[in-house]
């Protein structure tokens, strides 16, 4: 890096100045914003335009047919005397704050199982990884549903084991559970990213805490967790934020009704039900706001709190 | 390796002690017996329980798999995995398509969709990621934030003016508003793999090619992209399947059923049979992952690379 510089710098200073590299610079500008052309339309056509968009349209009353209708606040207000969103704001919540930690943990749990130098590590690895590609497939979905039913495949494993579950899809109490062993089925991607981090670990630091006379839990709370941090931090606000999003499972399974009893109503669900088939898109872009400003503040806190536990190697505690 | 790493640690704590000597010779064999011993059984100990996790997480793929044999009688609550009276009359049934459209239709428009996705995918994201790794250009930091920005940004925030607009434009219906975006590098996950990835090639090539006159065009086309084909094929890769697993762009855009991908015509497969009919759902289901599970197996390299350069230097 600091070869190209002083290279670059006196390649600059040998031909005449200012002029020239002024030129350079435009060309360099104008290359630039060539090249990310697709990308910027993309940008205000699809995303910030959009955005702007749908924050206009949670202020209306809009049915796709007669023109948008200001209301002010009365989308927000209603959300919050809606039991179903309420519902929806609930099931969504609680996936992700139980699925995303046990399916993190799972996946840290394996990455460690793998990371030594044992044969068919890589087999291993891969066949790990490739529910995290079908999962939330509408394919995957209906097997789910077809194991989780009453007298399914799941509920005679647990007769076999001693207990009587009874079907799963059916029980508002049970769907909960189904979706995350489904999610945690998927731990594969973040193992592997665990893997990879596993692998960035100096061995010498192993070596000198067991010089030390450190044992396994010692190592792992001092050197693999702190060592971790960045990519514990990466994988916890990637899945926490895919989390949110899960749509198809859901759909499938509950025959695209959110039930037995809302237990299975997701936010994007619901969302889905009132803008497009409802028509009610000022409700449903007031709900995609509340979505967006829930998922901004916790990646603020994800981000703010990192200074307390993220450690980046090389840097000054 | 592990072991060579104890052996070292335990003999660098010996050195560090003063007195003792090197130890004999028997000793050090019998240490070396130890360990071997010890590995031995730490091995099988490794494999019993990786074994019993890669049960667990097969045991559904291979339920699926298998049940697509059985007959319908036989699917549920049936743990076995055998089918005791194999049949393809599952695949017969999946195969006749529905209500008048063939089931090739569904395979052959989520190939197209899919192809799409893959062409539109590696050049926008290749071309954007070329800019922000490689031109120094004002503003770029900003734009790379914000295209940082949108890998976070829930997607649901921009679906309703989309399809407004898509709608206004008469094109609902078309496979348009699903491609588009595709060709606007507007997944940011795929412009981040590419700039992760072209940070990574030395700086020395272009510096040279722009000492011999090439300008940018020449550079990315003459010396990058042949050096991104890692990248390019991991994008490729992930651009095939989501496209061909992707649910809800269909559902939100596509209403005549010889336009439905996959996804979309299993939904509406489950709706139509019988609920009971478990057998001919589940052989759609394993039909419509064949060609996911055969990339899987091509190319898990490339997929396990890329997910894993991911997490580093987020």
Known sequence: MALTTTVTRTGGSAVPPSAARRRRRAAETRAGYTFL??????????????????????????????????????????????????????????????????????ALAVAMLLNNSRRGQGLYRSVFYAPSLIGASV???????????????????GQGIGIDWGGWVGDPGKTMPMFILLTVWQFGAPMVIFLAGLKQVPTELYEAAAVDGAGPVRKFFRITLPMLSPVIFFNLLLETIHSFQIFASAFIISDGTGGPAGSTLFYTLYLYMRGFQDFRMGYASAMAWVLVVVVGLLTLLFFRSSRFWVHYSGEAK | MSIDHAVVGTAGGLQAEPGPGLPSHEQSRALRRRTRTRSRAGSVLFHTFVLAVTAVILYPALWMLMSAFK?????????????????????????????GVSFWTFVWNSTLLAAGSVIGIVLSASVSA??????????????????????????HVVIIPQYIVFNSLGLVNTYVPLLLGKFLAAEAFFVFLMVQFMRNLPRELDEAARIDGAG???IFTAIMLPLMKPAIVTSSIFAFIWSWNDFFGPLLYLKSPDLYPLPIALRIFVDQTSTSDYGAQIAMAVLALVPVLLFFLVFQRYLVAGVATQGLKG
């Open chain 1, 37 to 106: 052309t697709p990308w910027l339309i993309g940008f205000f056509g699809l995303t910030a335009g959009p955005m702007l968009a749908s924050l206009y349209l949670a202020f209306t009353d809009y049915n796709l047919f007669a023109p948008p209708e200001l209301v002010g606040f009365d989308n927000f207000r209603m959300l919050f005397e809606d039991p179903r969103f309420l519902q929806s704001a609930k099931v969504t919540g609680t996936y992700v704050l139980l699925g995303t930690p046990i399916k993190l943990v799972a």
């Open chain 2, 71 to 99: 007959p319908t009688s036989e699917i549920v609550g049936n743990v076995s995995l055998w089918p005791e009276s194999p049949s393809f009359a599952n695949f017969a049934t999946a195969l006749d398509g529905i209500g």
């Open chain 1, 139 to 157: 394919s995957i979905a209906i097997v789910w549903k077809a194991m989780f039913i009453d007298r399914g495949v799941v509920d005679r494993i």
């Open chain 2, 216 to 218: 940018h065009l020449r």
């Open chain 2, 130 to 155: 070329y800019a922000f790794a490689r031109i120094d250009f004002p503003g770029r930091k900003v734009w790379f934030a914000l295209m940082i920005a949108t890998l976070l940004l829930p997607f």
